[in-house]
């Protein structure tokens, strides 16, 4: 479909930002900013950088080891293989042959589809939607709920106030933040390098310009965090540099210092909360005989009691935000700082008022602030999924290791299936999940792997038929997110690199073997689908909410589209506020639930009905402090999304000897005798990483930050020790376990370690980007 566009622009897209790309489908090929964008991401520029490309897989590829094992040779275990390049033909008769013996002997609820993480934008070529809809047409699959970025919230927050798409669509936007917020109160930050990234992509980032407009203000500025970089607001910020995994502890003394000081808003509770007496008792201290008073707090948050108590009076007396990362949530008992953080809004009566409330949270995505209205967007029919069974999406380990055993969600049991087939599209499991040592020894519980894939990551190297993917550069797509202002052409701008296919394509050949290609591709080839998907978002659009498109030739030949906008203010649940009878929450009482019953009734030891303490399984207060004094933050890094382009320059060009940088307390490395730029050893029971150290005052004592996304690169070793990754992967320290038995989050922020200098002689080489033999 790619047609020549005389002098128009030429535009691609990614989840970090739309992009112009100049002299397309030549050897000069350059991506750069796209005029809009104020703040564009230098992420994307990248793409097709030669090196970025060095590591393509290029023909399809077939695990030596496999194959032997088919004809009764030793099985090889994975990660420590050769590859075969074989013809495509062989290739998907191979993956043909796999899904229908499989379903065949086991039935469909032992294939997994696995599709987690951002894979591509594009409102077609998405691998999770392609991959979803070909297994469905299939019969079937287990799927996966919920996420790693929000497993606890995404759970917790529908049953007291709203399900978290809704939130996150509905934060108030940043101007009228500036005009109306006097305090902004944050955990964990707005670190707008997180926000460089949105779900289907970004055409305006708006964090940086937000957060100085708002200084500007004059808003005063808290930021209750470990580390003190994860706000820039081109002024002055307070740091409160709490005790990580304590800030439900900070939370609930400054509820009790608002009830005992009669600052709670009695009416607001009264007419749009229900519960607040239970969470009252808890506070006071009638539930368990502790009230959770300022000092109380100071003994766990390691923060002054009296600054504690005067910020509960600051933020009754002024309009105030009050902003909570998604961080937070994923630890142990995730839950529960969240459900303070509503609680004590809900105490301050501000919620639906102009520039005060609750966030969650700013920083996280580019959505998140923005006054754009929103609208749906074009979307691929996944189908119906005849298989019931799924599992929370940070339980895959357990699945795999487990079949057969129970597990809780929801308060309801449901049961791990004996998965045979994993076929993965788009993602990276050997980034997201937890003690990746456990995650490589359940990878080889499974008969058979297939992922598709554009690089040779650690996803490609743990797989046994590896299909090469296009990228987004080399097909035809639609550019539209959530509050952007712009629909865009992403328009192929160079060829499939090698024999690489589109997902679409490779799904549409594999249906055909398996006699169901009118069911998936409904006689459509991909350029046909976009046609669909466009006219049928037109026809939507023009009928519910009055926007009128241009037909679908007349937008491809343009390029890009601006929508209609009203330039009305965004008021997180305004109408509730309003009026909860007219506009009542989605909850079961439809109303703020500070105490919910439906959770009490699951009784859950773990997460009861209201909010309230629970130590962390290890934290700086615990006995395992004496041998891992240190607690480790493994945060999003600000040079790719997730561990997508680690191997680009602009990538490499953070790294240290070619090893992420990992930041500690000048007292931290003093003590253990390490200098800057000097190779360290973190390491715990579960395994062990290698990393340079980079002295900082701006990393709370007794807190190391290692950034996550380095492409794992596991040292080979015979001898039992744990996992050496070499690479500086902080996934191979965190812990597989649940954040509690309601959500089965994740819990990759509680998490201590020790650092040493690197004894060992020479250091081993990193290996991530070779390609494998």
């Known amino acids: 479909m790619t047609a020549a566009t005389d002098d128009r622009p030429t535009y691609t897209a990614s989840h970090w930002g739309l992009y112009r790309v100049h002299e397309p489908h030549t050897p000069r090929t350059r991506i750069g900013a796209y005029e809009g964008d104020p703040d564009p ?51 998907l008769a191979l993956v043909a042959q796999e899904l229908r013996r499989v379903k065949d002997t086991h039935g469909n609820q032992s294939i997994f589809g696995g599709s987690y993480g951002w894979a591509s934008a594009g409102r077609f070529h998405h691998a999770q939607s392609q991959i979803h809809r070909f297994l469905n047409c299939w019969g079937g699959y287990v799927r996966h709920m919920d996420s790693y970025s929000l497993g606890a919230a995404r759970s917790l927050m529908p049953y007291l106030v709203a399900p978290m798409d809704q939130l996150m669509h509905s934060h108030t936007d940043w101007q009228t933040l500036a005009e109306h917020t006097r305090i902004f109160l944050t955990f964990g930050g707005v670190p707008s390098k997180n926000a460089q990234v949105a779900v289907g992509g970004v055409s305006e980032h708006q964090v940086r310009g937000g957060l100085r407009a708002m200084q500007a203000a004059g808003v005063r500025f808290i930021n209750v965090s470990p580390v003190r970089d994860d706000i820039d607001t081109g002024g002055e910020v307070e740091w409160w540099p709490i005790r990580p995994n304590t800030d439900t502890a900070l939370l609930l003394a400054l509820a009790h210092t608002l009830r005992v000081r009669g600052l709670h808003d009695s009416a607001f509770l009264q007419s749009h909360c229900t519960g607040f007496e239970v969470f009252e008792a808890y506070v006071l201290g009638h539930t368990d005989g502790q009230p959770k008073t300022p000092a109380w707090a100071a003994q766990i948050t390691g923060l002054p009691a009296a600054d504690i108590e005067q910020l509960a009076l600051d933020l009754a007396a002024n309009r105030s935000m009050i902003n909570m990362a998604w961080a937070l949530q994923r630890a142990h ?126 996803a490609a190297k743990m ?39 589109d997902d679409y394509a490779i799904f549409a050949e594999l249906s055909r073997l398996l006699g169901i290609e009118n069911a998936f591709t409904e006689g459509l080839d991909a350029d046909g689908w976009l046609q669909r998907l466009y006219g049928e978002w037109r026809t939507r659009l023009a009928e519910r909410a009055d926007v009128a498109l241009p037909p679908f030739d007349d937008f491809w030949r343009e390029g890009l589209v601006r929508l209609p906008q009203t330039g009305e203010p965004v008021v997180l649940l305004e109408d509730f506020r309003r009026d909860p009878v007219a506009h009542p929450l989605k909850t ?16 859950l030891d773990d997460c009861p009905g209201y909010a309230c303490w629970r130590e962390p399984h290890e934290w700086l207060g615990s006995p395992v402090a004496e041998r891992f004094p240190l607690h480790l933050i493994s945060d999003q890094p600000r040079n790719k999304l997730h561990s997508q382009l680690d191997h680009s320059p602009h990538s490499r060009a953070d790294k240290i000897d070619g090893r992420e940088p990992v930041y500690l307390h000048p007292a931290d490395a003093q003590s253990r005798g390490i200098e800057a730029g000097a190779l360290v050893r973190l390491f715990n029971d579960r395994g062990a990483c290698l990393a340079v150290a980079v002295p900082s005052e701006a990393i709370r004592p007794g807190v190391v930050r290692l950034s996550t996304g380095a492409w794992f690169d596991p040292a080979p070793d015979a001898s039992g020790a744990p996992l050496l990754d070499k690479h500086g992967n902080p996934n191979v320290l965190t812990a597989d376990i649940p954040s509690s038995s309601f959500s089965q989050g994740c819990s990759a922020h509680t998490c201590l370690v020790q650092v040493e200098a690197w004894q060992g002689g020479e250091a081993p080489a990193v290996t991530a980007f070779a390609m494998p033999v």
């Open 333 to 458: 008992h995730g839950e529960q700082p969240y459900w303070a953080l509503l609680s004590v809004a809900a105490m301050l009566g501000q919620i639906g008022l102009p520039g005060g409330g609750f966030a969650c949270c700013y920083g996280a995505e580019n959505m998140m602030g923005s006054r754009y209205r929103r609208f749906f967007g074009p979307t691929v029919d996944q189908g119906r999924n005849p298989v019931e069974h799924f599992i929370p999406v940070a339980r895959i380990a357990d699945q795999l290791l487990h079949p057969g055993e129970p597990f809780t969600y929801h308060g309801v049991t449901y049961r791990y299936q004996d998965i045979r087939l994993v076929y993965w599209a788009g993602g990276n499991p050997f980034h997201h999940h937890q003690d990746l040592a456990r995650l490589v020894q359940a990878w080889q519980k499974p008969e058979t792997i297939v992922v598709h894939e554009q690089y040779w990551t650690a």
């Open 463 to 501: 797989a046994d038929i590896v299909l090469p993917a296009t990228t987004t550069l080399e097909r035809d797509d639609i550019f539209y997110a959530a509050r952007e202002p712009v629909v865009a052409a992403m328009k192929s701008v160079q060829p499939p690199t090698g024999q690489s296919r």
């Open 41 to 91: 991401s230098p992420i994307g520029y990248f793409q097709n950088h030669p090196a970025t490309e060095a590591l393509r897989v290029r023909k399809p590829a077939v695990r030596r080891g496999w194959l032997a094992a088919r004809q009764g040779g030793p099985a090889v275990p994975r990660g420590q293989d050769e590859y075969v390049e074989v013809e495509w033909d062989e290739a």
């Open 588 to 603: 079961a009482s439809g109303r703020i639930e500070i105490f919910c019953k439906t959770i009490a009734d699951f009784g």
